[in-house]
Each structure stands twice: as structure tokens, then as C-alpha cells.
């Protein structure tokens, strides 16, 4: 029974409202990925700043706005996007590691740290000139003490 924060509810929200605007049929973790990385508040934003500078970050959401208008679109627009195998990965590796926290809820660093390993995701990251390592330790600076 996944047992989410309020913070990654809405960041998953967010993603499947960039899929349908898209007309995208599936949720996948680009989308995600662009939900966390542009929350300007957010703890994606921090450590990918922290990690590799502000500039690095916006090659960043640039490499994922790339890859978001390849993805296949359908018209007309699709009435509901469904999870695709490689977002509900992410969210399953994310959950394994929240077990392994014993984390009463999945936050969002969990998240990250897990969506940061999806294949789509982690060559957006490398294209953009980043390491999965320096945004893990950055995460793990700006991982708030209490969740």
C-alpha cells in the first residue's frame, strides 16, 4: 500500500498534467523528472544547483524539454495517460529503498534518487554535463532531517 508525501503527490500530479498537455498516452519518468527538476522550491532544483552550478541545472531542463516532444504524442489528445513500465519502476525501486529507510511515507529524495537511475533520465542528466554521484551527495546534504 503506497503511502506517498503530500510533495510527491503533486509532483506526480504535475507529471501526468505535462503528459496530457503533450497528448503523451503514457506517464513516464522524463515527465516526473521535469516536475521535480522545475519546482523552483524544490529539493531537485537544490541539489542539481548545488551539484553542478546554476547554468548546468537550465542545460538540464533544456536536455528534458528535448526529450519530452520526442516522445510519441497521440491525436486526439488521450482522455487519461497510464503509468508506463519504466515510471512505475521508479516509483517501485523508490519504494524498496523507503522500506529500507523505514520511512513512514515515500518523500521526494527517495524519489529522486531512484528516478535519477532511469535510463531516459540518467542520459538527459549526462547530457546535460551532471554526475548521478554529485547529485546523490547533494541530495543527501539537502535532505531535510525531518521528512
Do not use: M, W
Request: with cysteine; glycine share 4%; charged share 25%.
Amino acid at each position: 500500500n503506497a503511502k506517498f508525501t503530500s510533495k510527491v503527490e503533486s509532483y506526480i500530479a504535475t507529471a501526468a498534467e505535462l503528459a496530457q498537455e503533450n497528448s503523451h498516452q503514457q506517464l513516464t519518468p522524463i515527465h516526473l523528472a521535469i516536475a521535480i527538476f522545475e519546482d523552483n522550491e524544490g529539493i531537485g532544483k537544490q541539489a542539481a544547483v548545488k551539484s553542478a552550478g546554476e547554468e548546468t541545472y537550465k542545460s538540464l531542463l533544456r536536455t528534458l524539454r528535448k526529450r519530452l516532444v520526442r516522445l510519441p504524442a497521440i491525436d486526439p489528445p488521450p482522455d487519461q495517460c497510464y503509468p508506463s513500465k519504466d515510471f512505475t519502476a521508479v516509483i517501485k525501486k523508490a519504494q524498496t529503498e523507503q522500506k529500507r529507510r523505514q520511512d513512514a511515507y515515500l518523500g521526494v529524495d527517495v524519489l529522486l534518487l531512484s528516478l535519477i537511475n532511469d535510463g531516459e533520465v540518467s542520459a538527459a542528466i549526462a547530457e546535460a554535463g551532471f554526475t548521478k554521484k554529485a547529485i546523490e551527495n547533494a541530495l543527501k546534504e539537502v535532505r531535510p532531517e525531518v521528512s
